[in-house]
């Protein structure tokens, strides 16, 4: 009799999507399509800076992009899973993560526990402004909502670990800060938030380099009208359009009419 041909093995991969909770597979969503929107507005340095979340249910958990990827390559299979000691929890991307990132972001990450995402970029008028003595300047009604916020000094590349506390302490409860000669950095306690408060500093700072640049006198509102401004537009559990959740299905909606696959 002849001998049974043994079948050859067959190899299972599972998907990400298999692999993780449904709660972190949303929160992976979300995230890519922040990444991608990022791109989308223009506001990338080709494979630079972060946009990072907590993993739902965790405290020490976060995804952040792997570092050789564009914003407009980053799907929800690709983000990379870390703790805030910089160990690699999940990774299915060929690529790892850059440490610069890694310091500012697992530092607000480990402080500020009323937070989820955290968003930093390099653009020319984030860059232009972090480098005015005069700060974000109340220029305009989007402007006054960054009316306080935090500021931190250069002190070269983010890469030493000692820096950590300095970010934090200089971010305090702000949402938003300037890092000097460097870039932008926001907070919130999503990725829609986020990302809300992301859009809305850039914009203050293209108005800014705009109007500084046409040498002319500028008009500023009084101080109390500046402060009751900034009250009102300020973030609010039970506004949503004030904390990005009113925008953030419309803009879904925007990346699924030019590209879906961030849902990958």
Known sequence: ?????????????????????????????????????????????????????????????????????????????????????????????????????????SAIHMARTDIDCVAHTHTPAGMAVSAMECGLLPLAQTSMRFLHIAYHDFEGIADDVGERERLVADLGEHEAMILRNHGLLVVGRTVAAAFNLLYRMERACEVQVMALSCNTKLIYPPQEVLEATFDKVRPRPNMPNRNGDLAWPALLRKLDRVDPSYRN
């Open 1 to 105: 009799m002849t001998p049974p041909v043994s079948s050859p093995a067959i190899k299972v991969v599972k998907s990400v999507r298999e692999q993780v909770s449904p709660e972190e597979w949303q929160t992976r969503v979300d995230l890519a399509a922040a990444y991608r929107l990022t791109a989308m507005y223009g506001y990338t340095e080709m494979i630079a800076n972060h946009i990072s979340c907590r993993v739902p249910g965790t405290h020490d958990h976060f995804l952040i992009n792997p570092y050789g990827m564009l914003y407009e390559e980053i799907d929800a299979s690709s983000l990379i899973k870390i703790d805030v000691d910089g160990n690699t929890l999940f990774n299915a991307s060929d690529y790892g993560v850059n440490a610069a990132g890694f310091v500012i972001h």
